[in-house]
């Protein structure tokens, strides 16, 4: 009736993988945020996937879903804020320059 | 509905491989605006894809929190750093090249074993669609405990991030 399940899996280990380089290689702090909900992202995909296909009661990984939107809208605002007390001390939002208590 | 049946498959692919390259833009793009942007579509394919996979609430609450309430946050940081005037400053720090090797290792491992694994087929005549309703009653049921968990979790994180991020009595 749908796309198989292999597909939507694929797709968002794809997503992931995409995440994962985009947090690992941004200097920009915003830009490893972006990637970080990316990954969240495509941890929801999965969950509504198989809450689609193979769970018995469809309602637990919608509802998993939902908690980790809440948990990346609070980590969202947490980075914001951080970011931001940030730049108005060392005026970079740069992770790289970012080394006061590096060795 | 059979006869629609391949243009609607046709169009999930479509909308996968928007989100993917659209994910790739948002994590490629050197100006941080557009890769914002570019997040925001991806974000739309990802609602697309849970209205496929009849998870019409989850969409909406992905349209509503993340393309209404994150990206306008990510938005309003970006332009309160310096990060739209700065062309010239380096995409990639010096570990870019490490990294990628890691996620494409990470991502065909997934994969393989994604197409290894026996997964277990419910028979999707007798799937019941999950309504809002429905939703709703279990969160207020068997998922009280995690919700209000969830919400004192996310009430502290709010105040928490007004306090980092205010000014300073005396400067």
């Given at each position: ?13 794809l ?10 290689m ?78 | 509905?059979?006869?629609l ?19 790739l ?109 429905r ?37």
């Amino acid at each position: 009736m749908m796309i198989p399940l292999e597909h939507l899996l694929i797709f968002s280990s794809l997503l992931f993988g995409i995440g994962i380089y985009g947090a690992l290689m941004r200097r920009n702090l915003i830009g490893i945020l972006i990637a970080i909900e990316l990954l969240l992202n495509a941890a929801n995909i999965n969950l509504a996937a198989f809450s689609r296909f193979t769970s018995l009661e469809p309602d637990t990984g919608q509802i998993f879903a939902l908690f980790i939107i809440a948990i990346a809208a609070a980590s969202a605002a947490v980075g914001l804020a951080l970011v931001l007390a940030l730049f108005r001390v060392r005026k970079t939002v740069f992770s790289d320059e970012i080394n006061l208590l590096k060795w | 509905m059979d006869a629609l049946f391949p243009v609607v498959k046709c169009g999930l692919y479509v909308i996968m491989a928007v989100s993917l390259l659209a994910a790739l833009a948002a994590v490629l793009l050197r100006n941080i605006f557009h890769a914002a942007l570019a997040f925001m579509i991806t974000l739309l394919g990802v609602a697309g894809i849970f209205i496929a996979l009849r998870a019409d609430f989850l969409a909406a609450v992905q349209v509503l929190i993340y393309v209404g309430a994150v990206v306008t946050l990510i938005i309003f940081s970006i332009m309160m750093t310096e990060g739209l005037n700065n062309k010239i400053a380096r995409l990639q720090n010096r570990l870019s090249l490490p990294a990628f090797a890691v996620c494409m290792v990470l991502t065909g491992i997934m994969i393989e074993l994604v197409q290894r694994t026996p997964w277990p087929k419910q028979n999707s005549l007798h799937y019941v669609p999950v309504t809002a309703a429905r939703l709703g009653e279990s969160l207020m049921g068997a998922y009280v405990f995690p919700f209000e968990i969830i919400s004192v979790f996310l009430i502290a994180a709010l105040i928490g991030a007004v306090v980092v991020a205010k000014k300073d009595k005396d400067s």
